[in-house]
């Protein structure tokens, strides 16, 4: 335990770290909503978008313009990571924020097929590919902005990045659950499915008070800022970056794997709409309360001791669990597993942002972080839905073995960052 975590805090110390979770909080709540509830969207939008194209093509088509997003993300975390470092936290949270906010509202009025033809796909991509430069920026902006606030407790404040994204996530399925349930098939596809994006329009005043309230992290105001960030990550601090990738890969799959379960459960396994909602609203919360408690948990033991835990059990239960969701479908069955699978993502993830803020020096540290986040993100977790949507017409087993894999690369990477970098 270093002696930081014995500073006796002065109140205005603890008034600023209160303030930087709520601001950057709240953004990354709006910020992760507006990217879950896509998922969540994705037979309407396949309707709405593709209609042109046969089952199962034109879900495979939409859930790959979700993962379209990611092969922007380290291009966002290249650029918006070297601003942070250069320009401050705030600057870069605040411009993180300001993208997604146009990229939302793109989705939230884009015309269907039926309306403008090929242009309404085309519209889709270019919102998911503002969207995916700004989330290229955001993780490694917002857990820099909490932890550097944070004199101490720096697990428990950045677990709040983890608890925010189980908000999303709650908020992304409420929406699901409600549309699916109360409103009619037709008047969902005319216009009822736009309403959750036109909500996460709300991310763009969040940013204008960050932008106006809200000063710069006082370890970025006391440190010397490196002229060129990205050439010094790469040169000296390339492996740990993709040491801090692999860490990452069990956090992005777990959410993913959450995402892609209410279109599996409706088109796979031949249960109502609601029902995968239902389970993902439970997981959501599960993260948005567990998480801080995680958080304070890795404070005093360690983050790598709980990550490893939670990837050995998911690892050991996913191919038993998703057995008997298939062998014998039902909706408690499904809820039964995503509530795992979100208290595991919980157990992983809580602990993930203040282990990544703590392998990067300050200079590069948005940097670093938003580029492993975003390479682990994009090449495990960012196309899974796509993938998963395409080898459950061959096996229905498939998210398991997915999930069993990046879980024994996570524990890998886990291993390294505690026995090579010393992140116990």
């Known amino acids: 335990m270093s002696s930081a975590q014995h500073v006796q805090w002065a109140p205005d110390q603890r008034r600023t770290a209160r303030k930087a979770v709520v601001a950057a909080s709240l953004g990354n709540a709006l910020e992760w909503f507006d990217i879950i509830v896509y998922a969540f969207m994705a037979p309407v939008i396949s309707r709405l978008f593709f209609p042109e194209l046969p089952d199962p093509w034109g879900l495979v088509i ?53 309306a403008i033809g090929i242009g309404a796909p085309l519209l889709i991509v270019v919102s998911r590919l503002i969207q995916g430069f700004s989330a290229g920026g955001e993780f490694g902006s917002a857990t820099a ?60 005043p969040v940013g204008l008070w960050i932008r106006l309230h809200m000063d ?47 279109t599996f459960a409706q088109r796979n396994l031949g249960l109502p709409p609601w029902s995968g909602y239902a389970g993902a609203l439970v997981a959501g919360l599960i993260a948005l309360v567990g998480s801080p408690f995680i958080g304070m948990l890795a404070d005093r033991i360690g983050q790598t001791r709980i990550m490893l835990t939670a990837a050995v059990v998911g690892l050991v239960v996913a191919y ?10 039902s909706v408690t069955t499904l809820i039964v597993a995503e509530i795992v699978i979100g208290a595991l993502m919980a157990a992983y993830f809580a602990p993930l942002p203040s282990l990544l803020a703590a392998m990067f020096p300050v200079q590069v540290r948005t940097t670093g972080m938003s580029l492993a986040y975003n ?4 090449l495990l977790g960012g196309f899974a839905p796509t993938i998963l949507a395409w080898l459950v017409t061959y096996n229905l087993q498939a998210p398991s073995f997915y999930y069993i894999a990046v879980a024994a690369l996570s524990i890998a990477g886990l291993l390294i960052a505690r026995r090579v970098y010393g992140q116990r």
């Open 375 to 378: 390479i682990g993100v994009t």
């Open 216 to 262: 710069d992290t006082p370890e970025f105001a006391q440190s010397t800022t490196d002229d060129s960030p990205l050439a010094t990550t790469f040169r000296w601090h390339f492996p740990l970056v993709l040491t801090a990738a692999a860490c990452v890969g069990l956090a992005t799959m777990s959410v993913y794997l959450i995402t892609y379960l209410p």
């Open 145 to 204: 902005f909490m932890t550097e606030n944070a004199p101490d407790r720096k697990a428990f404040y950045a677990s709040w990045q983890v608890a925010t994204q189980g908000a999303s996530m709650f908020m992304a399925a409420t929406a699901g659950f409600l549309l699916n349930t109360l409103v009619d098939q037709q008047t969902l596809h005319d216009w009822a499915w736009r309403l959750p994006f036109v909500f996460g329009m709300l991310i763009g």
């Open 62 to 114: 939409t859930f790959g313009l979700f993962g379209v997003s990611y092969l922007v993300r380290p291009i966002g975390a290249i650029v918006l990571g070297a601003y942070g470092d250069k320009h401050g936290r705030k600057a870069a949270l605040t411009l993180t924020i300001a993208l997604m906010t146009l990229g939302v509202a793109l989705m939230a009025f884009a015309p269907t097929y039926a």
């Open 320 to 329: 038993p669990m998703f057995a008997l969701l298939t062998g014998a479908p």
